[in-house]
C-alpha cells in the first residue's frame, strides 16, 4: 500500500505564496506520476498540475500556469507544490495523488490519494 501526507495548507492573502508538500511512504517502487489536485466546494476536483517521471513531462491547468510549480526531491518520496501569486480563487483543498507504472500521467484516474491539506486565499 501506498501512504500519501500532504502539508502545507493554511490562510493566506492574495498575492502571497504557499509551499505545499506530500509525502509518499509505504510500497512506493514503480510510482512514477504524481500529481495535485483540488476541489472547492460546490465544484469537481480538477487536477493542478502532475509530473511524470520525475519531470519528463509536467501538466499545468491553465488556471495556475505561470504561478504554480510541481517539483519532486531527489528521493522521489516527496513532492511539493510551489504557488506564488495566489487568488482567492485558488481557495480549496489541494490533494496529492499518484499513479503505478503509468504510461503516461492520466487526467483524473489516480490510484492512490491523500487525505488533503485546506489552502485560504483572502482577498
Known amino acids: 500500500q501506498v501512504q500519501l501526507v500532504e502539508s502545507g495548507g493554511g490562510s493566506v492573502q492574495a498575492g502571497g505564496s504557499l509551499r505545499l508538500s506530500c509525502a509518499a511512504s509505504g510500497n512506493t517502487y514503480g510510482l512514477n506520476c504524481m500529481g495535485w489536485f483540488r476541489q472547492a466546494p460546490g465544484k469537481e476536483r480538477e487536477r493542478v498540475a502532475s509530473?511524470?517521471?520525475?519531470?519528463?513531462?509536467?501538466y499545468y491547468a491553465d488556471s495556475v500556469k505561470g504561478r504554480f510549480t510541481i517539483s519532486q526531491d531527489n528521493a522521489g518520496n516527496t513532492v511539493y507544490l510551489q504557488m506564488n501569486s495566489l487568488k482567492p480563487e485558488d481557495t480549496a483543498m489541494y490533494y496529492c495523488?499518484?499513479?503505478?507504472?503509468?504510461?503516461?500521467?492520466?487526467?483524473?484516474?489516480?490510484?492512490?490519494w491523500g487525505q488533503g491539506t485546506q489552502v485560504i486565499v483572502s482577498s
Open positions: 495523488a499518484a499513479v503505478r507504472s503509468a504510461v503516461s500521467c492520466p487526467r483524473a484516474n489516480f490510484d492512490y
Open positions: 509530473m511524470y517521471r520525475r519531470g519528463i513531462s509536467t
